[in-house]
C-alpha cells in the first residue's frame, strides 16, 4: 500500500493539482492560521492510489523549464481601454479578446467578496473581471478538472496564472492540448490573506491597481462597500498593498520559488517591464515585458492586437528579478515570519503595521533597531539578486 504524504507546508505553492487529480474526494483544502491555504487529505476517504503524488509538480519534480533561445520583447495592447484596464499593458485582455472572438474559453482570476478564484469565461463582456492583478492567492480547486472538460470541445482555451499555477495545470493535465494556451505571470510572491482582515467592512475589492496617476503609480485598492459605492484607498496607508510589496507575509514556497526561470513550458510568460527607458511616452498607459516560449505562444501573440518590440536581457532583468531568481536569502525563518499565525489574532493593527507594513516612525530604540536590521537584510537580499542576475545575463547571452 502506497504511504500517501503532500508535499511540506514550505514547498507546497497551493496550487491545489492534487484536490483536483483525487477521483474520491478525498483532498480538500483550508485556510491556515499564517492566511495561506493548504491541501489536506481525508484518509477515511483516502484509497491509497497515489495520484495525488503524481500530479503534485513539487513531488513528482515537475519539469517546468524549456532550453529555449526566446528573447523578450516590450509590448502592449493597441486598445486603450483593454490597456487601461490590465495593470501594466494589458497584454492578457488583449489575447483573451482574440480567444475569445474565435469562440474559445478564457480562464483568469476574480474576485468573489474578498475571496480570489480562477472561473472560465467565453464572452467578452464578463473580460473586465478577470483582468487586472490581484496581489492574493487564488484558489484553484476545482478549476482544473473543468478545464480538462472544456478542452475537450476543441476550442482554444487561453488559461492565465501564476508559474507555480500553470505548472499544477500542465502536471494535472499530463500532456499539453493543441487548443491549450497557457501565461503565465511573474509574480513577487503571494501575501497573506491575512493582510485583508482590516476590510470585512467592504463588500469587495475592485481592482488593486489603478491608472489614474500612471501606470509606475498604481499600488492602490478600490473597494466596492456593501451599498455598492465605490472607495479609492489611500497608497500610502494601506495594509494589503504594502504589506505585499514587502513580501513579508508570502507563502513560505515563495521565498525558494522553484519556478523562476527566463524560459518555460507555458506559452508565453508576462510582467510588468520595470526599468524601461526607450519608450516614455508609453508608460502613463503601461508597458508589459513579453517572452514567447512557444511557436503556439508567438503565432497567437502575432494574430492579437499588441505592440511587440524585440528587446534585450540585460535591459529587463535587472529591473526584473523575478524572472530568473526564485530564491530570497534568510526570509522563510525571519522572526516576523514565524510568529505571523500568533501577530494577526493577538496583535493591535498598528503593530501590525510596523511588522509587516513597516510603517516603523517611532523613535523606540527596539523599532529603529528593527529597522536597522531590516535595512541590512534587504540590502542582502538585492546583492545577491544582482550577482545571480549578471550570471544569468551572461548565459543567456
Given at each position: 500500500m502506497i504511504k500517501i504524504k503532500l508535499a511540506k507546508r514550505s514547498d507546497c505553492t497551493?496550487?491545489?493539482?492534487?484536490?483536483?487529480?483525487?477521483?474520491?474526494?478525498?483532498?480538500?483544502?483550508?485556510?491556515?492560521?499564517?492566511?495561506?491555504?493548504?491541501?489536506?487529505?481525508?484518509?477515511?476517504?483516502?484509497?491509497?492510489?497515489?495520484?495525488?503524488?503524481?500530479?503534485?509538480?513539487?513531488?513528482?519534480?515537475?519539469?517546468?523549464?524549456?532550453?529555449?533561445?526566446?528573447?523578450?520583447?516590450?509590448?502592449?495592447?493597441?486598445?486603450?481601454?483593454?490597456?487601461?484596464?490590465?495593470?501594466?499593458?494589458?497584454?492578457?485582455?488583449?489575447?483573451?479578446?482574440?480567444?475569445?472572438?474565435?469562440?474559445?474559453?478564457?480562464?483568469?482570476?476574480?474576485?468573489?467578496?474578498?475571496?480570489?478564484?480562477?472561473?472560465?469565461?467565453?464572452?467578452?463582456?464578463?473580460?473586465?473581471?478577470?483582468?487586472?492583478?490581484?496581489?492574493?492567492?487564488?484558489?484553484?480547486?476545482?478549476?482544473?478538472?473543468?478545464?480538462?472538460?472544456?478542452?475537450?470541445?476543441?476550442?482554444?482555451?487561453?488559461?492565465?496564472?501564476?508559474?507555480?499555477?500553470?505548472?499544477?495545470?500542465?502536471?494535472?493535465?499530463?500532456?499539453?492540448?493543441?487548443?491549450?494556451?497557457?501565461?503565465?505571470?511573474?509574480?513577487?510572491?503571494?501575501?497573506?490573506?491575512?493582510?485583508l482582515k482590516y476590510y470585512e467592512d467592504y463588500k469587495t475589492i475592485k481592482s488593486f491597481r489603478d491608472k489614474e496617476e500612471g501606470w509606475k503609480h498604481g499600488y492602490k485598492l478600490t473597494f466596492v462597500d456593501k451599498q455598492g459605492n465605490l472607495i479609492v484607498g489611500d497608497k500610502d496607508a494601506d495594509i494589503q498593498e504594502n504589506g505585499f510589496l514587502q513580501g513579508m507575509t508570502n507563502r513560505s514556497s515563495c521565498y525558494d520559488c522553484h519556478y523562476a526561470y527566463p524560459h518555460t513550458k507555458a506559452d508565453m510568460t508576462i510582467m510588468d517591464y520595470w526599468g524601461e527607458k526607450d519608450y516614455p511616452e508609453e508608460h502613463f498607459k503601461g508597458i508589459s515585458c513579453v517572452i514567447l516560449n512557444t511557436s503556439k505562444g508567438k503565432e497567437i501573440a502575432e494574430r492579437s492586437n499588441v505592440v511587440l518590440i524585440e528587446s534585450k536581457w540585460e535591459k529587463c532583468l535587472p529591473y526584473n528579478p523575478r524572472i530568473g531568481v526564485g530564491y530570497k536569502p534568510f526570509c522563510r525563518h525571519t522572526i516576523e515570519r514565524m510568529i505571523m499565525p500568533y501577530a494577526f489574532q493577538h496583535f493591535s493593527k498598528e503593530t501590525i503595521k510596523k511588522i509587516y507594513v513597516r510603517k516603523i516612525n517611532s523613535f523606540n530604540p527596539v523599532w529603529l533597531g528593527v529597522k536597522i536590521v531590516r535595512l541590512m537584510h534587504y540590502k542582502l537580499i538585492l546583492n545577491y539578486q544582482r550577482f545571480q542576475i549578471r550570471k544569468l545575463i551572461k548565459r543567456l547571452k
Open positions: 497551493g496550487c491545489m493539482a492534487c484536490v483536483d487529480s483525487c477521483s474520491r474526494s478525498a483532498i480538500s483544502s483550508i485556510v491556515e492560521k499564517d492566511g495561506h491555504r493548504y491541501p489536506i487529505i481525508n484518509y477515511d476517504l483516502c484509497v491509497r492510489c497515489g495520484v495525488c503524488m503524481k500530479k503534485c509538480p513539487e513531488l513528482s519534480h515537475f519539469n517546468y523549464v524549456e532550453d529555449i533561445k526566446a528573447l523578450p520583447y516590450l509590448s502592449w495592447a493597441k486598445d486603450d481601454k483593454i490597456r487601461l484596464r490590465g495593470a501594466s499593458g494589458g497584454i492578457f485582455g488583449a489575447i483573451a479578446t482574440y480567444v475569445l472572438a474565435q469562440n474559445g474559453f478564457v480562464c483568469g482570476c476574480t474576485m468573489d467578496g474578498m475571496y480570489a478564484k480562477h472561473i472560465i469565461i467565453n464572452n467578452v463582456s464578463q473580460l473586465p473581471d478577470i483582468q487586472g492583478s490581484k496581489y492574493i492567492h487564488s484558489d484553484m480547486s476545482g478549476i482544473y478538472r473543468e478545464l480538462k472538460i472544456v478542452l475537450k470541445t476543441g476550442r482554444w482555451v487561453l488559461y492565465c496564472g501564476t508559474r507555480c499555477q500553470v505548472a499544477g495545470l500542465l502536471s494535472f493535465l499530463c500532456k499539453i492540448p493543441e487548443n491549450l494556451i497557457t501565461i503565465d505571470l511573474v509574480c513577487n510572491g503571494v501575501p497573506s490573506v491575512n493582510l
